[in-house]
Every structure is written in C-alpha cells, then in structure tokens.
C-alpha cells in the first residue's frame, strides 16, 4: 500500500489535500476529445486513486468536452468528504477539438453550471480561470472582467474558492485585487522551470503551486541525466522527476494523469521515493536551455 501521506499536505482553500493528487484529462478520449476507449477501466482507475489516498482530483468540463466530469460522477459520487475537486474554465471546445477562449461573463456562468451539473455538485471546491495567454504559456493581460465574473459567482454561493491557470506574477496581483486566489497552475517540470521565481513566491504566501504537464505532457521530458539517475537508484525516470517536483517546495501539488491503473499506480509510488541529496543536485542542475542530447 502506498503512503501518499509519507509526500507531505498542503492547505487548498479551507481544506488538507495529499500533495500527491490526480488530473483527470487523461480520461477523455484521444487529444482530450470524446469518450474514453474503455470506460470501465477509466471508473478503475479513480477508484484505485480514491484506493491509494488521493483527496485531489483535477478536471474540467473542457475534457471531452463533459466527458470526464460525468466520468467522475459516475464512479465516484457520492464523493468522500475529505476529496477536493478542481476544476477550471475560460475555454470552449470547437468541433475540431480545438481549445477555443470563452471568458464573457456568460461563457464562465454557462461553464460554472455545466460543471455543477456534470460533477453532480451543488458548489464547486475550486475553481481555476484558465488563461489562454500562448496556449501553454501565459502572457501578460488583464483578467479583471473575467476574474470578476468568477467572483460574482463565488459570492452567490456556487464556488468556494477560485484560482488561476497559465497566469503571470502581474495577473495573480490583479486578482488577488479582486477576490482570494487559493492555487495557481502553470506549466512547470524538471526541465521547464520558468516559474521558479513565482513558485518561491506563492509558498511566502501560502498558495499552492499545481504545475500542469509535471512530465511534460504531450512532449514527455527526455533527458539522458533523467534516466541515467533513474537507473542507479532503481526507479523509473518519471518517478524520479515526480519524486523532484515533491521536494522542489512544499506548496507544490502534483497531479500527474493516467487512463490505466498500472500507471496510476507507477505515478503514486513517486510519493515515497526518497532522492538522496546527491541525486537532487544531479537533477537541479538539468535545464531546460541545454541541448537535449547533453540533459
């Protein structure tokens, strides 16, 4: 049995959540679009995570679309107490599977009640604006308009907490401005470090840091450095850079995604993986400005 406990907490919101959580994208069907291949095994796979600890879940009605919120309400509603959902909106899917913005404060409210409903839920625990900035990167801009609308919604009583997502250090301000933001999720790994000034800043503040992509997503991380150090000390090479990401900061949550079981399970066991200071200076020295061959 793994000890998801043994990787630390970390307070979202009014809550204690495992540092260790889960992201559902995975779920849906291939590029995040339609139903997943086998259903039954997605309903296995939360249901081996609700086994093993997990209490946070990241999804969004944007997967599938509706797929793998109706997913998760499928297998795991009534939900337990001490699980925290999270979910973001800012977005629509074209029929192309493309991620298209939708911020007016009629999109976020139509998004809010489709989540509501899917999920099964009468308010959401969390909910992330997801900036669409350059897709997987953010770029400056207000967010006043739709941050504002979020918090319309959060003050009639549908959201607890809000957060936001692929956002600068400038756009965490302005809203902060506006209403309290409990997490923010940007992209961040072991070779994509960008925000490491940010990070550092958000735990000052005790705001969780959720890094999308903790393995780099649709361009999995390929380091030689990665895997030599993964097979002295007998793991695999996204363990280790899972195991990395743990001890990076303690407001660092990590919500790794998988549609199989024996992944889930791969992903989870990062939790009790202890690196050796050596191993850690190894791993902090790789960057994502070398050349791949050389990492």
């Not at 679309?65 to 939900?79: G, K, M, S």
């Amino acid at each position: 049995m793994i000890d998801l406990a043994s990787a630390g907490t970390f307070q979202l919101g009014d809550r204690v959540v495992n540092r260790m959580g889960y992201g559902a994208m995975q779920l849906a069907g291939p590029g995040v679009f339609g139903p997943p291949r086998d259903r039954q095994a997605a309903i296995a796979v939360l249901h081996a995570a609700m086994d093993a600890g997990v209490n946070h879940i990241d999804t969004s009605d944007l997967y599938g679309p509706h797929v793998t919120n109706q997913v998760i309400r499928e297998a795991l509603h009534p939900y337990a107490d001490d699980l925290v959902i999270v979910t973001k909106v800012g977005a629509v899917r074209g029929a192309d599977a493309s991620w298209l913005p939708a911020q007016s404060a009629d999109d976020l409210t139509r998004a809010v009640h489709d989540n509501l409903r899917n999920l099964g839920l009468d308010r959401l625990d969390v909910v992330n604006l997801r900036l669409m900035g350059d897709i997987h990167a953010p770029s400056e801009g207000s967010l006043e308009a739709p941050f504002s609308a979020l918090a319309k919604l959060r003050e009639q009583g549908l959201i607890r907490h809000l957060g936001l997502s692929n956002a600068t250090a400038a756009q965490i301000a302005e809203a902060q401005a506006i209403a309290p933001v409990v997490c923010v999720q940007n992209q961040y790994n072991l070779v994509h470090r960008d925000d490491d000034a940010l990070l550092d800043a958000l735990a000052t503040q005790g705001i969780a840091y959720v890094p999308f992509f903790p393995l780099g997503g649709f361009n999995p991380i390929q380091s030689n450095t990665l895997s030599a150090i993964a097979l002295d000390i007998g793991a695999s090479p996204m363990q280790v850079a899972l195991a990395w990401l743990l001890t990076r900061s303690p407001n660092l949550l990590l919500i790794p995604g998988t549609s199989g079981t024996a992944h889930l399970t791969e992903n989870l066991a990062a939790a009790t993986l202890a690196l050796p200071l050596e191993v850690k200076a190894r791993l902090d020295a790789i960057a994502v400005v070398q050349p791949a061959g050389d990492r």
